[in-house]
């Protein structure tokens, strides 16, 4: 028996809903009821056999011929409508209608605005924080909205495209887990851009950034491996052969606290930090003010314990402990700090190598890492830290 249909049509839990039914060619085990404009009540036609009834259809029923009303096909950045070319992209806007559109944009990239070629205003976009649209002042003439993503309004969802996955902006949340969401054990895996939609933006659905954010987030992944790489060696028995079980246990925790001191700064909702990469031959790892509450942290293109030996500067800028004037740390800036920091470094690398006056110094025991090490340490026959009594106090 042939059955042609053509309806939209949306799966959900295995489920599939339809509206807009026409059928065609009907047999004698269907009751049809005369379309109305061309359209039919979804919820009127059904078999004789249930299977289909209230506008609901189990998707497991098998049709021999399935005609959809509408297809969109996308060929990098031509877009084609029922195989009919709809628009053209371009990094400014579009091409569509016989006419050139432009986008203005704020600086999360949300479309603001659409002007034709001619400068006539087409679009106004207003936004909830996490996409929802909240009024628009002309008629919608393209799709694209919030972080310049795609608005799907095909049966109703209204749900951004990231590519990886859908938002959904009222229930400000994904659809579906982060794909990389073990690197991320503190937040829920459907969680859009850390719950902090004003500073961070997903470009891909991934991974949620802040400039270059996404160096942080990787360095972080390699932490979370060293803390299972060492656990694993205290677990079987072979920690002993590079240091104590203490001082392993000790790396541990000041590796996790690395993950807290990113995280740190990622929250921060009053200060900037930015990660810029450095060749150590060249540069120095540091952390500098580089702006009214902005701060950026120097770290080398290899990952190494210097990394965290930054990340943990950023977190005691973050949470008030020091800050700088004059490209300076200030007055609450000591030994104590730099002590945590080598920490940090000392938990990722298992070892650190200094220049004394003479000769290089070796630490290979967490608990060597005191004020008389700090005194110690010079580069280039200066003593890095040559500050007083009253710094090395606190």
Same mark, same amino acid.
């Given at each position: 028996?042939?059955?042609?249909?053509?309806?939209?049509?949306?799966?959900?839990?295995?489920?599939?809903?339809?509206? *807009? !039914?026409?059928?065609?060619?009907?047999?004698? #085990?269907?009751?049809?009821?005369?379309?109305?404009?061309?359209?039919?009540?979804?919820?009127?036609?059904?078999?004789?056999?249930?299977?289909?009834?209230?506008?609901?259809?189990?998707?497991?029923?098998?049709?021999?011929?399935?005609?959809?009303?509408?297809?969109?096909?996308?060929?990098?950045?031509?877009?084609?409508? $029922?195989?009919?070319?709809?628009?053209?992209?371009?990094?400014?806007?579009?091409?569509?209608?016989?006419?050139?559109?432009?986008?203005?944009?704020?600086?999360?990239?949300?479309?603001?605005?659409?002007?034709?070629?001619?400068?006539?205003?087409?679009?106004?976009? *207003?936004?909830?924080?996490?996409?929802?649209?909240?009024?628009?002042?002309?008629? /919608?003439?393209?799709?694209?909205?919030?972080?310049?993503?795609?608005?799907?309004?095909?049966?109703?969802?209204?749900?951004?495209?990231?590519?990886?996955?859908?938002?959904?902006?009222?229930?400000?949340?994904?659809?579906?887990?982060?794909?990389?969401?073990?690197?991320?054990?503190? @937040?829920?895996?459907?969680?859009?851009?850390?719950? $902090?939609?004003?500073?961070?933006?997903?470009?891909?659905?991934?991974?949620?950034?802040?400039?270059?954010?996404?160096?942080?987030?990787?360095?972080?992944?390699?932490? @979370?491996?060293?803390?299972?790489?060492?656990?694993?060696?205290?677990?079987?028995?072979?920690?002993?052969?590079?240091?104590? !079980?203490?001082?392993? =246990?000790?790396?541990?925790?000041?590796?996790?606290?690395?993950?807290?001191?990113?995280?740190?700064?990622?929250?921060?909702?009053?200060?900037?930090?930015?990660?810029?990469?450095?060749?150590?031959?060249?540069?120095?790892?540091?952390?500098?003010?580089?702006?009214?509450?902005?701060?950026? @942290?120097?770290?080398? =293109?290899?990952?190494?314990?210097?990394?965290?030996?930054?990340?943990?500067?950023?977190?005691?800028?973050? /949470?008030?402990?020091?800050?700088?004037?004059?490209?300076?740390?200030?007055?609450?800036?000591?030994?104590?700090?730099?002590?945590?920091?080598?920490?940090?470094?000392?938990?990722? #690398?298992?070892?650190?190598?200094?220049?004394?006056?003479?000769?290089? /110094?070796? !630490?290979?025991?967490?608990?060597?890492?005191?004020?008389?090490?700090?005194?110690?340490?010079?580069? $280039?026959?200066?003593?890095?830290?040559?500050?007083?009594?009253?710094?090395? $106090?606190?």
């Amino acid at each position: 028996m042939n059955k042609k249909f053509t309806y939209y049509l949306l799966l959900i839990r295995g489920k599939l809903f339809f509206s *807009n !039914i026409a059928f065609m060619d009907p047999e004698d #085990d269907m009751e049809i009821e005369e379309p109305v404009n061309g359209k039919i009540n979804p919820t009127t036609p059904r078999l004789r056999d249930g299977g289909l009834e209230g506008g609901i259809i189990d998707s497991t029923a098998v049709f021999e011929q399935i005609t959809t009303i509408m297809t969109r096909s996308y060929c990098d950045n031509y877009i084609y409508r $029922n195989t009919e070319l709809e628009r053209v992209l371009n990094d400014y806007g579009y091409y569509g209608d016989t006419c050139y559109y432009y986008h203005i944009k704020n600086y999360q990239g949300n479309i603001r605005a659409t002007i034709n070629h001619m400068g006539t205003l087409k679009e106004i976009n *207003n936004y909830y924080p996490y996409g929802g649209l909240m009024g628009q002042a002309t008629s /919608i003439v393209q799709p694209y909205k919030y972080n310049s993503k795609e608005l799907d309004r095909e049966n109703g969802l209204d749900w951004y495209d990231f590519a990886a996955r859908r938002l959904d902006p009222m229930l400000t949340r994904f659809a579906t887990p982060d794909p990389k969401c073990e690197h991320y054990y503190s @937040l829920s895996p459907y969680t859009y851009c850390a719950a $902090n939609p004003i500073r961070f933006t997903d470009p891909t659905g991934r991974y949620f950034e802040e400039l270059d954010y996404q160096i942080g987030f990787e360095r972080i992944s390699y932490a @979370l491996d060293k803390i299972q790489y060492i656990q694993q060696q205290i677990e079987n028995g072979t920690y002993g052969l590079f240091g104590s !079980i203490e001082d392993g =246990q000790k790396r541990i925790e000041q590796l996790k606290a690395s993950v807290v001191d990113f995280y740190t700064m990622a929250a921060d909702k009053t200060n900037k930090f930015k990660i810029h990469l450095i060749n150590v031959v060249e540069y120095s790892p540091e952390t500098r003010r580089t702006g009214s509450h902005e701060y950026t @942290l120097y770290i080398p =293109q290899n990952i190494d314990g210097m990394t965290f030996h930054e990340f943990a500067h950023g977190a005691q800028i973050s /949470i008030g402990e020091f800050d700088y004037y004059e490209n300076s740390p200030n007055e609450n800036y000591g030994v104590s700090h730099e002590i945590t920091a080598y920490k940090r470094q000392y938990a990722y #690398d298992g070892y650190i190598y200094v220049y004394g006056t003479r000769s290089e /110094i070796g !630490i290979h025991n967490m608990d060597k890492i005191t004020k008389r090490f700090i005194k110690k340490i010079y580069e $280039n026959g200066v003593k890095i830290y040559n500050y007083g009594d009253e710094w090395y $106090n606190k």
